[in-house]
């Protein structure tokens, strides 16, 4: 199974639900740049406690530097600082940066780098037997605040056959 870099709002979605189990059984590896760390560690969000311990238990979400360097194209404003470290460390690795935020995905793909966010790893969990079905979960992140936009969860929905 492949490794990842994880920002933070893929890591609180499946923490919100408790269900990181479901995020390592389709990336047995994940790694995060000190920006999303940091974000982590100052955010208000209980949950990041949790994704907090699995980094520092260090089996299957490591921290790593990340070189600042110049992007081939000028990234949008509004991109966070742990949104363009994950893209930087995604693009010098060459794995696939886990985001979803629209702006930060679409910059992403721009400049080469494979993206996906939450409703793609749960679509990936089901395909590879982890879960049976993604509306459940769904449901959850919904219910725990996760923000998915409504066009884009009906449109998931109708593409996983769940409606």
């Known amino acids: 199974m492949p490794t ?14 408790r269900r990181l ?6 990336f047995t590896a ?23 311990r699995e980094i520092r238990s260090e089996t299957w979400i490591s921290q790593e530097c990340v070189e600042s360097a110049a992007f081939a194209l000028m990234p949008p404003a509004n991109l966070g600082a742990g949104e363009l470290e994950v893209i930087r460390l995604a693009s010098s690795s060459g794995l696939t940066a886990l985001i ?15 993206t996906v966010g939450s409703l793609g790893i749960l679509a990936r969990a089901k395909s590879l037997g ?3 079905a993604v509306r459940p979960l769904v449901e959850g992140m919904l219910g725990c605040g996760i923000y998915l ?8 929905l109708a593409n996983q056959k769940e409606l």
């Open 4 to 17: 990842a870099i994880a920002d933070t709002s893929p890591l609180i979605a499946f923490s919100a639900i």
């Open 21 to 26: 189990d479901v995020l390592r059984s389709v």
């Open 30 to 52: 994940i790694t995060i740049p000190l920006a999303v760390a940091r974000e982590l560690e100052a955010g208000d969000w209980k949950e990041a406690q949790v994704v907090l």
């Open 100 to 114: 979803d935020d629209s702006d930060a995905r679409k910059f992403a793909t721009q400049i080469g780098v494979s």
């Open 130 to 132: 982890s879960i049976q």
């Open 149 to 156: 936009g409504p066009a884009l969860v009906s449109s998931f």
